[in-house]
């Protein structure tokens, strides 16, 4: 304010005035000008706030700006990949050489029975173990047979354990360890053969020399029935999932391991079908047995007359060894195959053995027949239902209000008049 009284009046003043773009900050004119401070590397610090940038490196130096550490949820799933594939692997082929182990013990046997087997199509002199089966799966394996006297064709199945899957198996073993419900997982070997039964000229194609056997058709059929040798402990199992051996009784036989029982519709039958042979077959398979049966029943319970139609089978379970020394269950197999020969020469039975198994099929038709007529029952008094509704709908909406509320009227009164009928005849 000095100043610009002085500017005004014009006197001058002695003291030259500091030069300065804004009158404002002249305070500021004589203070010195800031200089750059060394960096003093020594008091320098990793954990000082300044030391937060990444060094500067060459792009393919990963090693400089990463560790091993910092990948360790990655090495973690790579190992369990690793495993696991491992685990895979040598399951699998531990699975493939289990099935290369029984067909190798049993191609022989095939191959004296059989013209062909395996799913080459042509009969071979040579038939391989190798190229027997056909896999189905990583635990299922399946092979073919046919072409033999009495025999339309015979099919192998073996269901191994899932080596492959380690978790898998672990939890279905636990599972059959407390609910029976749920089976062990373990190797098993199924056969099943078709006999012709008679019925060579429906089966067989039209070919050179199948006119032998259309002469000889009378001599492979046998009479139908249900029997079998079964391991006690799956007894009640297969009681149960199979309706063919709930219509059977069970025996014990002093000729058979205390382990063993026979399920048979006649005392006849068992003593026609248990040969020597088989006993020793049977004794000599052990603990590995599970059943051999022969049926004319299905395995479900028929809920249809088509269904009741007999068809002849022959079922051979057993377990495979862990050692895969086929020595004890060779015999079996044998037996198995060479079975139906004896059905179609010694499977005539009296005349009452077959009006006593012809009952028990009988009174199941019976009752499927009586169930048949009364759904048809039922369906024809739904449909005299519907139109009985439909007609009364269509002569109500062609009255007027007060005719159809008179309709209604008498529709109650005839209801309750039903009612009270039926409230008498109960008291």
């Known amino acids: 304010m000095a100043n610009f009284l002085k500017n005004f009046v014009g006197t001058k003043s002695s003291e030259t005035a500091v030069p300065s773009a804004d009158s404002d900050f002249a305070d500021f004119a004589d203070a010195p000008s800031p200089t750059p401070v060394a960096f003093d590397s020594a008091g320098a610090t990793l954990g000082s706030p300044g030391a937060t940038a990444t060094p500067f490196t060459k792009w393919y130096n ?22 696991v594939f491992t685990l895979h692997f040598f399951g699998t082929r531990l699975n493939k050489a289990k099935a290369k182990a029984w067909a ?77 419900s749920f089976a062990v997982p373990q190797d098993i070997a199924e056969a099943i053969t078709y006999p012709f039964d008679g019925r060579e000229a429906a089966i067989v194609p039209a ?55 026979v399920m048979s519709e006649s005392a006849e039958i068992t003593d026609t079908l248990l040969t020597n042979d088989l006993i020793t077959a049977v004794q000599k398979a052990g603990d590995l047995f599970e059943y051999l049966i022969i049926s004319d029943q299905p395995i479900d319970k028929p809920t249809k007359i088509d269904e009741t139609t007999p068809r002849k089978r022959m079922y051979l379970k057993y377990r495979l060894p862990s050692d895969n020394n ?25 005349a009452e053995v077959l009006r006593k198994v ?12 009586k169930n048949d007529e009364e759904n048809k029952a039922e369906e024809r008094a739904l449909e005299r239902d ?38 008498t005849m109960r008291a």
């Open 207 to 261: 070919m050179p020399g199948a006119a032998e056997l259309r002469t000889k058709d009378t001599k492979s059929t046998y009479d139908g029935f249900v029997w079998a040798i079964v391991n006690k402990e799956n007894m009640k199992k297969l009681r149960e999932d199979r309706y063919d051996l709930s219509i059977t009784f069970t025996k014990d036989t002093t000729k058979l391991p205390n382990y063993l029982t």
């Open 386 to 423: 519907k139109a009985r509704k439909a007609k009364r709908d269509a002569e109500l909406s062609s009255m007027d209000a007060k005719t159809q509320k008179k309709f209604l009227e008498k529709e109650r009164e005839k209801q309750m008049r039903k009612q009270s009928k039926r409230q």
């Open 326 to 350: 086929y020595d004890m269950l060779s015999p079996l197999f044998n037996v198995f195959l060479r079975f139906p020969d004896h059905l179609a020469a010694s499977a005539h039975f009296r």
């Open 358 to 369: 012809r009952s028990v099929r009988d009174e199941l038709v019976k009752t499927i027949q």
């Open 62 to 83: 990963v090693h400089e700006r990463h560790s091993l550490s910092e990948f360790k949820a990655e090495g973690a799933i790579l190992l369990a990949m690793v495993l």
């Open 104 to 180: 190798k013990a049993h191609t022989p046997i095939l191959a004296s029975e059989f013209s062909l087997v395996g799913f080459g199509g042509v009969p071979q002199s040579d038939v391989s173990p190798d190229s027997i089966f056909k896999q189905k799966s990583l635990f299922e394996f399946s092979t073919y047979a046919t072409g033999r006297q009495n025999v339309a064709f015979t099919d192998v199945k073996l269901t191994l354990k899932k080596r492959f899957n380690p978790l898998m198996t672990f939890v279905e073993t636990a599972s059959g360890f407390f609910f029976e």
